[in-house]
């Protein structure tokens, strides 16, 4: 069974720094491109970055480039967020999702964590 | 960056019921949309992609169809446990979501 399970979410100052993790099981982890998708309170989802299953292809959204690292470790199966300079608006649950080869649809998605930037 | 307009954003409708939700492309996308399901507190689901091919396990009564820009995603026969939020989600460049259409059973 597939199973992706999001940790790291916290309250945290505007301007701070936070790492999320994403734990994979159920599938051969290193044969697939991952993504995370953010989904502010009561809004819709947005895409927010894409690592293809090697790590040499990586994608942002315009609203986090340069203030937000994607990474993977697949010999520990385990997708990584790195988010810095956050803002207000990087308020959501963040969910790890899993892609394919190329950045298309997402099958499988956890249940999230989430990212509360406030002071 | 392509955007996509999802049509309604809520509606209500009874057991039995027939069901289409649209979704246009700011441009010609091909086939290059899926579909989710989403429940209160849940991660989303996807049921629909390519336009039209059913994910595995999906309940045949959803099917999606639609190439270009105008899509369509329909549920034959409206079951209960169908009440959700619906996105349609393009990829023929980098991804973006439409609105959502929050479905509820009259």
């Known amino acids: 069974e597939v199973q992706l399970v999001e940790s790291g979410g916290a309250l945290i100052q505007p301007g701070g720094s936070l790492r999320l993790s994403c734990a994979a099981s159920g599938f051969t982890f290193s044969s697939y491109g991952m993504n995370w998708v953010r989904q502010a309170p009561g809004k819709g989802l947005e895409w927010v970055s894409y690592?293809?299953?090697?790590?040499?292809?990586?994608y942002y959204a315009d609203s986090v480039r340069g203030r937000f690292t994607i990474s993977r470790d697949n010999a520990k199966n385990s997708l990584h967020l790195q988010m810095n300079s956050l803002k207000a608006e990087d308020t959501a649950v963040y969910h790890c999702?899993?892609?394919?080869?190329?950045?298309?649809?997402?099958?499988?998605w956890g249940q999230g964590a989430l990212v509360t930037v406030s002071s | 960056d392509i955007q996509m307009t999802q049509s309604p954003s809520s509606l209500s409708a009874s057991v039995g019921d027939r069901v289409t939700i649209t979704c246009q492309a700011s441009?010609?996308?091909?086939?290059?949309l899926s579909w989710y399901q989403q429940k209160p507190g849940k991660a989303p689901i996807l049921l629909i992609y390519?336009?039209?091919n059913l994910e595995m396990g999906v309940p045949s009564r959803f099917s999606g169809s639609g190439s270009g820009a105008d899509f369509s995603f329909t549920i034959s026969s409206l079951q209960p446990e169908d009440v959700a939020t619906y996105y349609c989600?393009?990829?023929?460049?980098?991804?973006?979501f439409g609105q959502g259409t929050k479905l509820e059973i009259k």
């Open positions: 999702a899993r892609g394919s080869l190329l950045l298309e649809w997402f099958d499988y």
């Open positions: 989600q393009q990829y023929d460049d980098l991804p973006t």
């Open positions: 441009q010609d996308i091909g086939k290059s």
């Open positions: 390519e336009a039209s």
């Open positions: 690592i293809s299953d090697s790590g040499n292809t990586i």
